[in-house]
């Protein structure tokens, strides 16, 4: 099963790219591109990026300047089928799907009201896995209002929620000890070998102890929905504690921020881990003003399970501020193979917005279509024209955070912390 690019004109005529398996392609004149067409005049620098997830493909055009055309028709993102033509600059690109495997799809219906899932549903779906589980949006939509926990605990109240699901404060019967239970609802298909991988991770989960990570406990699937036990926190996201503040976020703050997202970066980094979602609504704080406390959390969970459903769950509903504003272009290029300088990237986004209420970049909106383009090729405003109060220093400490080149940003978790360190006050 799977899927060939064929260029079909341009500079490049006969060349065919074969992808079997989950990946994204970024197309244009750049030479950071995985298909670099420096010859095609009327190209841009990154024209568009597809992502394969046989037998299922989709293209995004990254805001270029002659536009991207699927079947003589300009567009922003399409779905891609067995036939399609795809025009760009001078450059011609045909669609070619194995049909065998999309006869052997099997008929995938809600777990709930048996309705048959959307047809486009981005699904990683293999021939003779076994059965596909998804519940469609209305049911899922009711499980969240009358959530079953695991036996032995009852729901008190609800704490949160985004595009994956709701996070409620539970009391375990036998102690009264708070936790809080995250309910994953699979709004899309999840295959026995996407379950497999996903319990796979909670082993991993497991190792990650420490004192700036939320530790995960537990995980239960009562009727198709996956519910994870994790520690509670008595504290709220980054961007609610910051805005609940009567003032600007000091430097010294931002640097204990900064300091404790690194550490748990570096314990998880040193255990082979990346996060890959590092955002201000993944950072759990407490405390006072002065002196936050800081827990990183939804560590591998949600995302293993936004890998499933594919490189548009960066930008699930609800997700504060937008994944995107805060994703490096490592993410962009091949999300597949993101490594550490991906989260170094994430956290100094993170540091730059909690401090100045705004992305790195001059007049990026996460929605647009160039913004995939800001992100690989538009410097960093400097965080002091919008913060005049920030040292030189800690400004250079983000720039450097926030290369394009992950070789030239900071080489690990550690070496940003003790950068940070100068910035704390020793009140």
């Not at 704080?285 to 406390?293: E, F, I, L, N």
Request: net charge neutral; glycine share 10%; charged share 25%.
């Amino acid at each position: 099963m799977g899927i060939l690019l064929r260029v079909k004109s341009g500079p490049h005529t006969g060349t065919v790219f074969d992808f079997d398996r989950h990946d994204t392609f970024v197309v244009g004149r750049s030479s950071q591109a995985q298909f670099a067409v420096p010859d095609d005049g009327f190209m841009s620098r990154n024209h568009f990026l597809i992502e394969f997830n046989p037998p299922i493909c989709y293209l995004r055009d990254l805001g270029s300047t002659n536009g991207t055309k699927v079947n003589g028709i300009r567009v922003d993102g399409s779905p891609l089928r067995d036939g399609d033509e795809i025009v760009a600059g001078g450059s011609g690109f045909t669609i070619e799907v194995d049909q065998s495997s999309v006869r052997d799809l099997p008929l995938i219906r809600c777990l709930d009201c048996k309705c048959p899932a959307p047809e486009n549903l981005a699904i990683a779906a293999v021939p003779g896995e076994g059965g596909i589980d998804w519940v469609c949006d209305r049911c899922s939509k009711q499980r969240t209002l009358f959530p079953k926990p695991p036996d032995g605990f009852r729901i008190d109240r609800r704490l949160g929620g985004g595009g994956m699901g709701e996070v409620f404060l539970a009391w375990r019967r036998t102690d009264g000890q708070p936790f809080a239970i995250k309910m994953m609802i699979p709004t899309v298909a999840a295959s026995q070998s996407a379950k497999l991988r996903f319990r796979r991770e909670q082993e991993v989960l497991k190792d990650l102890r420490h004192p700036n990570i939320v530790a995960f406990i537990d995980m239960f699937e009562i009727e198709g929905q996956f519910q994870l036990l994790m520690e509670y926190v008595d504290g709220s996201n980054a961007l609610e504690w910051v805005g609940a503040l009567s003032f600007p976020l000091t430097v010294s703050s931002a640097a204990r921020i900064g300091i404790q997202l690194l550490n748990a970066l570096e314990h998880a980094h040193s255990k082979g881990y990346v996060h890959r979602d590092i955002k201000p609504s993944n950072l759990l704080v407490s405390g006072p003003a002065h002196r936050p406390k800081v827990k990183l959390s939804d560590f591998g969970l949600a995302k293993s399970f936004r890998d499933n459903a594919g490189f548009a769950g960066l930008t699930h509903q609800g997700d504060v501020g937008g994944s995107v504003g805060f994703i490096s272009p490592d993410h962009i290029r091949n999300f597949r193979e993101v490594k550490e300088p991906a989260d170094i990237y994430s956290a100094g986004a993170t540091l730059y917005y909690l401090l100045s209420g705004k992305y790195p970049f001059l007049g990026f909106d996460p929605n647009r279509a160039d913004a995939y383009t800001m992100i690989l090729e538009h410097p960093p405003v400097p965080l002091r024209a919008h913060r005049t109060d920030v040292p030189e220093g800690f400004d250079r400490v983000l720039r450097k955070s926030m290369e394009k080149q992950p070789r030239e940003r900071w080489q690990s978790a550690a070496a940003m912390a003790d950068a940070l360190r100068p910035f704390i006050d020793a009140t």
